[in-house]
């Protein structure tokens, strides 16, 4: 997918190009058009969890499909990560966080690192699960639970949104300035 | 007069049950009545039977039915402590103080007149002694008798709004000493003992009366300035007076033993309000179409205390003060005009609330708060007539009676809100309705309830969404009393509980056949502990006894480091079996003939559990494979669906689902860092296939070491079973837990059994369930997925209050639980709750219920020890008794007082939330080994509230000197009744001996200087020094006491599903320990002494 093409353009050097196509410029629409997906992904989070509360769906179906299932990880062998939102929301995140690192963005990557730590942090205080994911059927209609993974989507709704105007910014800039 | 005659209305509901026995009254009661003999609602069947003597010419004569031709007849409020007043005398004489008028000037009651009926009614009432009327008084009570000690004082005021009434009038009715006055109206709830008064028009009465004691008290007659009464928002519009009489108990129900002792006269306790609202009015105020069932249903709510409320009177000055404390309140009740305004009357009501039953009590002036009596369930605050219909609150209760209106007057009150559910309950009488259409709302899918309304006789309104309804054909016809036209007769409306059998609508798949599969340890461990043989042999004796029909199925499956099935084909000469030994892919070894008839293969069956235990006694193996035998179960139980009972005697070494130990004998000790969470979720996810495969695995766990059923225990909470364990069992160093072991397994094999259940729960419109506790996995917001259930599992649901509940007076609960019983009908089982709403907090504080509150604290502590620490729950626990109290002396008193004050309400929950810090399952310290600590939190989850009560507070009782003062009569058995002890070593003589009952378990501690005659009497033998060290039975010897004795354990045994062991403790049995660690206000090594835990708390409060 996406993954395999950009490292081959990350060791590519921030050479001086003819249109000021630096590095720098190149991250930002990567991370433009991640942030587009981040978007998407935030979206279905919320509708996903509104569904759930408003009792449309099994919340045993519901966290199926919001962590990537342990037989379909098994049962393909490769360790391929089941694109199942939530890892890969944080791998995504992840990866262009150290696109700007590369790029040497420090204003940016700061701007990035509160999710990138609230995202690790997430991870290692999931509940107890021989797979990956995060949601555990059984206390996920605890409404404390629910309401917080509710104002969880829509905050990183509103994170991506800002921060996919600010690549925007960045990239134009970045393309400009040089 | 016009006694007998009806309003010409009708008044359906409450006057139902003379006409319509089965859907009214008396089935309902012997529901209600079913669980024990203490009364829980007013309405016994004896109530019904003395409905017709009520009306007959004797007591008219006596002139206690006051039938004025005033339209609106009042109504009254019939409170009565469950049990108190039963079998009592009536007390003293005491003298009705007319009070009246609408004006503000409080009749002046002349001592003279004790006695005398404050009723009068515009001119029909025959002023006359009215001696029947107290037989009346003690026919509505439930024939449980009272403890002798407590008692109460009653105190009635009743005051009526309408015209002033001449004093004159008033003195003219006098009763004969020890009567009460009753005016009764036409269409009265035919209560006896119930005060009815004229209501509006005609001028009635208000009376406060006021039963004085002559021998302790004084009248304390003249100005009738009651503080009880509370004024009940009416919602009637125009100008039915309020009445109200209040009965102020003073020992109330929970016994207050010393007001009791203050005035030696036996009161009623009963509490009664009057009310002179339109209820039965004929020309009603309220807009609505004469349809007098809208307005029962609907919105009065009467703020009347229940007896628990009152009286509390310090230790002191008990009968005096209590009554002399209401005195002043009443006056300004009687000011107060009887406003049809919801507004004003509310909050004048909470006014003279606050004064008096919100009294607050100093915990740490008054020692003696512990009733000498089980408590009681309080009562909410309701029209008597809808009271009489609720819910048992034994098998639906609320932590608040009364519901406050927003969400942030509950922040306020610091008190959680939620329900306390034992929905399956064993009922002895069950209303069940067999019916094509199941009538329910259209948009919220509530069933019919007795709390909805009728707008007219084709429609209803929903009393939790408010959507208006059709009445549907078949449900104008009443198969009970075979009318056309009276829907509000039918059963349904009738009955708070009521289970329906339901369609074919209510079914996904045909109604599975009971199949139950068996799952046995039978490693080296296993075997040793020689639990097999115990087992089968109990199995064996209740084979015929398993709920089922011709369809029931059966399989057994053992394991070790492999898997054994066991094949029951027909035909067979012996069982065979299959032995499976890849335990990393489990397969099932032949497609059928694992799980079989139980009817057509009883004898290789038989067979099989004769033979199972002779059959590894040589085995060497010692691993255990557990996961991979419940996947085998799982996949073999699949199809059909059923019951998985594993037994399981070590910590699972090998395959899927093995764990490690990871108790640390020595670290036990700290709070933080045990290990209450699961270590693997193999058993959750198990545990969650099977619930959807409608399988429910009950876990019974007998080991000698650490088997981590924080892991373990995942496989039957998520599927909804329960757990067992038995710490160290061994068949012949422990005899005790195999007893313990048959009588538990004999219940659990025999007892009632709903496969394939669900259960919801609706409440009004402006409540949201906020959590579940229990076993279950939790479907949807409001739906519990609950593959069996069983009538000793209980739930709790945390509530919160989502959108304010303006304008309503009243709000439902609803719980639907929707099974397939054992023989294969689908079922659904509906308990509906109405509770008031109230806009005040000294309001919400009235109506807690502190048990409910305990019972509910324990289960959102035992979240919080699995989702934070043990030391973060205990906090927490501590934290909810200190917020409550700051909260309540900063927004209720007034009047700073130094001291810990609680609202009477509340004058436990310290006590409650102390014994549960000291619980197995909270406690700091060595005492508790994980595996028993985590049991306990099991049990929290899983028990009703009764169980947990006793479990967590266990009662204590002197019963060396056991009499027949007091005592209960069952079916010719007399059984004693003694006073509850506080639990500390200070009540403990060396010269008695005492019983402690904590509900899965008794100790019977003998004193060392303990009566030669107890000790012989009753234990049968010669001295102190011979009782045995392992005494659990009591010989049953021909003398009196020994008989008392006995029947009094046995009447505690009979009252829980489960057998608790009877242990006969000496000062040397190494059990003393755990009796002695029950004596929860005593101080340990550990924890705090009540006292000091008062002091602490104090000073939190007062900070």
């Known amino acids: ?99 700007f690192l590369c790029a040497a963005e420090w204003l940016t990557l700061g701007l990035n690192m509160p999710l990138l730590a609230y995202h690790i942090w997430r991870y290692m205080s999931r509940p107890v699960m021989s797979g990956p994911g995060l949601y555990d059927p059984t206390t996920i209609m605890n409404a404390d639970i629910l309401a917080y993974c509710q104002k969880e989507g829509w905050c990183k709704l509103a994170f991506y949104l800002l921060s996919f105007f600010y690549y925007l910014y960045g990239m134009i800039y970045v393309l400009v300035s040089s | 007069m016009a006694q007998p005659a009806r309003p010409p209305t009708g008044y359906p509901s409450q006057n139902g049950a003379g006409q319509q026995p089965y859907s009214n009254g008396p089935v309902q009661n012997q529901l209600m009545h079913s669980s024990d003999g203490q009364g829980y609602s007013p309405s016994v069947p004896g109530l019904y039977s003395h409905q017709t003597p009520a009306k007959v010419p004797p007591h008219q004569t006596s002139g206690q039915y006051n039938y004025s031709g005033s339209q609106n007849v009042s109504q009254l409020n019939n409170y009565q402590g469950p049990g108190q007043t039963l079998n009592r005398p009536p007390v003293a004489p005491f003298s009705g103080s007319p009070v009246q008028q ?95 008064k004229p209501g509006s028009a005609p001028p009635p009465v208000t009376q406060p009366l006021t039963p004085l004691h002559p021998p302790a008290r004084p009248p304390l007659g003249p100005p009738p300035v009651g503080g009880p009464p509370l004024i009940r928002p009416s919602t009637l519009t125009a100008g039915p007076p309020n009445t109200q009489s209040l009965l102020n108990s003073a020992a109330n ?106 009294r607050p009590v100093n915990l740490l002036q008054e020692r003696n708060i512990l009733p000498m009596t089980l408590l009681k369930a309080p009562v909410p605050n309701l029209h008597e007539d809808i009271q009489k219909l609720n819910c048992n609150p034994e098998l639906f209760r609320c932590t608040l009676t009364n519901i406050p209106q927003t969400q942030a007057l509950l922040n306020k009150a610091k008190l959680p809100l939620g329900l306390l559910l034992h929905p399956f309950k064993d009922l002895s009488q069950l209303p069940v309705v067999t019916s094509s259409t199941i009538v329910r709302c259209r948009s919220c899918r509530t069933y019919i309830n007795p709390f909805v309304s009728f707008l007219d006789q084709r429609r209803w309104k929903c009393n939790l969404c408010y959507r208006v309804n059709d009445v549907p054909e078949e449900f104008m016809y009443n198969p009970v009393t075979r009318v056309y036209g009276e829907p509000h007769k039918r059963p349904e409306v009738q009955n708070a509980t009521i289970e329906f059998m339901a ?142 009972s594993v037994f399981q005697t070590q910590l699972p070494s090998v395959g899927m689902g093995a764990l490690k130990s990871r108790e640390e004998p020595n670290q036990r000790a700290t709070a933080k860092d045990i290990h209450l969470t699961p270590s ?121 209050v989502e959108e304010s509940l303006t304008d309503m007076q009243v709000v439902s609960f609803q719980s639907a639980l929707l099974y397939t019983s ?42 919080r020890s699995v989702s934070a620490t043990l030391s973060d729950a205990r906090d927490a626990l501590v934290n909810a008794v200190i917020d409550s109290l700051s909260a309540y002396r900063s927004s209720v008193l007034s009047i700073q007082q130094p001291g810990l004050m609680a609202p009477y309400s509340l004058r436990l929950f310290p006590l409650y939330v102390l014994a549960l810090l000291k619980q197995k399952a909270f406690q700091t310290g060595t005492n508790a080994r994980l595996d028993e600590r985590i049991f306990t939190m099991c049990q929290v989850k899983n028990q009703p509230l009764v169980y947990l009560m006793l479990m967590t507070h266990p009662s204590l009782y002197r019963v060396d000197n056991l009499t027949d003062e007091g005592a209960l009569n069952i079916n ?112 340990t090594e550990s924890a705090l002494s009540y006292y000091e835990f008062l002091l602490h708390i104090q000073q939190q409060v007062n900070k």
């Open chain 2, 972 to 1083: 010719d058995r007399t059984i004693p009744q003694p006073p509850i002890l506080q639990l500390s070593v200070e009540k403990l003589s060396r010269d008695g001996a005492y019983l402690m009952d904590a509900g899965s378990v008794m100790f019977l501690w003998i004193g060392k200087n303990c009566g030669q005659s107890f000790i012989s009497q009753v234990l049968g033998v010669p001295n102190y020094g011979s009782i045995p060290q392992n005494m659990t039975h009591l010989p049953e010897l021909e003398t009196a006491e020994s008989m008392r004795t006995i029947a009094f354990i046995s009447w505690l045994r009979e009252q829980r599903p489960f057998f608790p062991i009877l242990y006969i403790i000496k000062d040397d049995s190494p059990l003393k320990s755990s009796f002695l660690q029950n004596m929860i206000e005593d101080r």
């Open chain 2, 503 to 644: 369609p074919s609508e209510y079914m996904l798949r045909p109604p599975q056949p009971p199949v139950y599969l068996f799952v046995f340890d039978v490693s080296h461990n296993a075997i040793e502990t020689g639990y097999l043989n115990t087992v089968c042999q109990t199995l064996l004796d209740n084979l015929d006894l398993l709920p089922g029909n011709t369809r029931t199925k059966i399989g057994f499956i053992t394991f070790d480091s492999t898997i054994h099935f066991y094949s029951l084909q027909e035909g067979l000469s012996q069982p065979q079996m299959l032995i499976v030994s890849d335990i990393e892919d489990v397969f099932i070894p032949m497609p059928e003939n694992l799980l079989v008839n139980l009817n057509e293969n009883k004898e290789l069956i038989q067979d099989l559990l004769r033979t199972l235990p002779q059959m590894f006694t040589k085995s060497l193996e010692t691993q255990s494979a557990l996961g991979p035998a419940l996947q085998a179960a799982f996949k073999l139980m699949s199809p059909t669906g059923g019951r998985i």
């Open chain 2, 102 to 196: 609408t004006g503000p000037v409080p009749q002046v009651l002349l001592p003279a007149l004790q006695n005398s009926a404050a009723i009068s009614s515009a001119g029909s009432f025959p002023p006359g002694a009215s001696p029947p009327v107290l037989s009346n008084w003690q026919y509505s009570q439930t024939p449980v008798s009272q403890p002798v000690g407590s008692q109460t004082s009653h105190l009635a005021h009743m005051t009526g709004t309408g015209s002033a009434q001449p004093p004159s009038s008033l003195s003219g009715n006098t009763n004969p000493p020890g009567n009460y006055q009753y005016a009764a109206s036409p269409g009265g709830p035919p209560l006896q003992n119930s005060y009815m």
């Open chain 2, 253 to 358: 129900r929970d016994g207050d033993a010393t007001s009791a002792a203050s005035d030696g006269s036996v009161v009623q306790n009963s509490y009664d309000a009057i009310e002179g609202g339109g209820l039965m009015a004929t020309p009603h105020p309220s807009p609505a179409p004469p349809n007098l069932k809208m307005n029962r249903s609907v919105g009065y709510s009467y703020p009347t205390l229940p007896p628990g409320y009152q009286n509390t009177s310090p230790p002191g000055a008990p009968g005096m003060q209590a009554s002399a404390l209401q005195y002043p309140d009443g006056s300004k009740h009687f000011h107060q005009p009887a406003l049809g305004t919801n507004h004003l009357t509310a909050s004048m009501g909470g006014l003279s609330l606050q004064q008096e039953g919100l």
């Open chain 1, 1 to 99: 997918m996406i993954a395999p093409g950009i490292p081959r353009a990350a060791p590519g050097p921030p050479g001086p190009a003819a249109m000021a196509f630096t590095f720098a410029a190149f991250c930002y629409m990567l991370a433009l058009l991640l942030t587009a997906a981040l978007i998407f992904f935030a979206i279905w989070h919320i509708i996903a969890f509104d569904e759930l509360k408003t009792d449309y769906k099994n919340p045993i179906d519901q966290c199926n499909t919001l962590n990537p299932t342990v037989e379909k990880v098994k049962k393909i062998k490769r360790v391929k990560i089941a694109l199942k939102l939530v890892l890969p929301e944080y791998l995504i995140h992840a990866f262009f966080c150290v696109m």
């Open chain 2, 680 to 800: 693997t979720d193999f058993y959750k996810k198990l545990a969650l296939d099977c619930s959807g495969q409608q399988v429910a695995v009950d876990l019974f766990l007998l080991s000698g070491q650490y088997s981590d059923l924080a892991s373990l225990g995942c496989i039957s909470r998520y599927s909804a079973g329960s757990v067992y364990y038995y710490q160290s069992y061994h068949h012949k160093h422990n005899p005790v837990q195999v007893e313990k072991l048959q009588k538990e397994l004999k219940r659990y094999l025999t007892r009632k059994i709903g496969f394939e259940a669900v259960m919801r729960i609706r409440c009004t419109k402006g409540l949201s369930i906020h959590t579940f506790h229990g076993n279950f996995f939790v479907r949807s917001t409001d739906l519990l997925s609950l593959p069996n259930v069983n009538p000793d599992a209980g739930y709790a649901v945390q509530m919160s």
């Open chain 2, 822 to 863: 054992s023989k294969g009908e689908r079922r659904i089982r509906v308990h509906t709750m109405c509770l008031p709403v109230v806009t005040t907090l000294s309001e919400v504080y009235l109506g807690a219920d502190v048990q409910a509150i305990t019972g509910l604290l324990a289960n959102m502590a035992v979240d």
